[in-house]
């Protein structure tokens, strides 16, 4: 079947505009993780979805940044008025849910704010 | 606040060499520890997933071993290649995890050379 699908695999935007990152997990799966992996940095959980809700918000950095999930499947996160410091990958990752099943990752969405 | 830490930050070898990647976290009640592979540019794909309960896992020339009670996880792979060169990648889920999201490590740039 299929893996985690994100769109766009690169995205060039101007500083202060809006974007838009897609992510379809693997059918069935009930969680949805975004992490942000930045040069030189680790990789940094954002949020997560259990079915459609986001329980906890507290990994977004900015009030910038949203996330949403529909159907229980397609995530977007959608970060406003973009900054430099946004540039990073994106990378969605989606799981049965619980602590001991494996999460799957989508190859990423590469960000890059001039 | 779980803190994970891989040693080396970069390795080199010379092609048919075994070799260890060690994985340290701070914070011993872990659901479970994963081991990654990112290649330049790509996402991450699994490689060995230890629940807490295990005390390693192995595929192929990879073994993984987990001690939870010092917080340590080592990722032994056996005969290394050329194919092997990539960002290794170790990660947790514990208790203090929003819904199960991963801790990363910094990871292991491993260039195995022919």
């Known amino acids: 079947g299929a893996g985690v699908s994100q769109s766009p695999s690169n995205k060039v935007t101007e500083k202060g505009k809006d974007v838009e990152l897609r992510c379809d997990p693997i059918?069935?799966?009930?969680?949805l993780y975004w992490y942000r992996q930045s040069l030189g940095q680790g990789l940094e959980f954002l949020i997560y979805?259990?079915?459609?809700?986001?329980?906890?918000k507290s990994g977004l950095p900015s009030d910038r940044f949203s996330a949403e999930r529909t159907g229980g499947s397609v995530s977007t996160l959608t970060i406003q008025r973009t900054q430099q410091e946004d540039s990073a990958v994106y990378l969605c990752?989606?799981?049965?849910?619980?602590?001991?099943?494996?999460?799957?990752f989508g190859p990423g969405t590469r960000l890059t704010v001039l | 606040k779980q803190e994970v830490t891989q040693i080396p930050a970069a390795l080199s070898v010379p092609e048919g060499e075994n070799l260890v990647l060690n994985c340290s976290f701070t914070?011993?009640?872990?659901?479970?520890l994963q081991w990654f592979r990112q290649d330049p540019g790509k996402g991450l794909t699994s490689l060995l997933l230890?629940?807490?309960?295990?005390r390693e896992q192995t595929s192929g020339r990879l073994n993984a071993s987990l001690d939870k009670s010092s917080g340590r996880s080592t990722l032994y792979i056996a005969a290394s290649q050329p194919g092997d060169s990539a960002t290794y990648l170790c990660?947790?889920?514990?208790?203090?995890?929003?819904?199960?999201?991963?801790?990363f490590g910094k990871g292991t740039s491993l260039l195995v050379t022919p």
């Open positions: 990752a989606s799981s049965n849910g619980g602590g001991t099943n494996t999460q799957y």
């Open positions: 059918s069935g799966h009930t969680a």
């Open positions: 979805f259990q079915g459609n809700s986001a329980p906890d």
């Open positions: 914070d011993s009640a872990i659901y479970n």
């Open positions: 230890i629940q807490s309960s295990q």
């Open positions: 990660a947790v889920t514990s208790n203090s995890n929003s819904g199960y999201a991963l801790n």
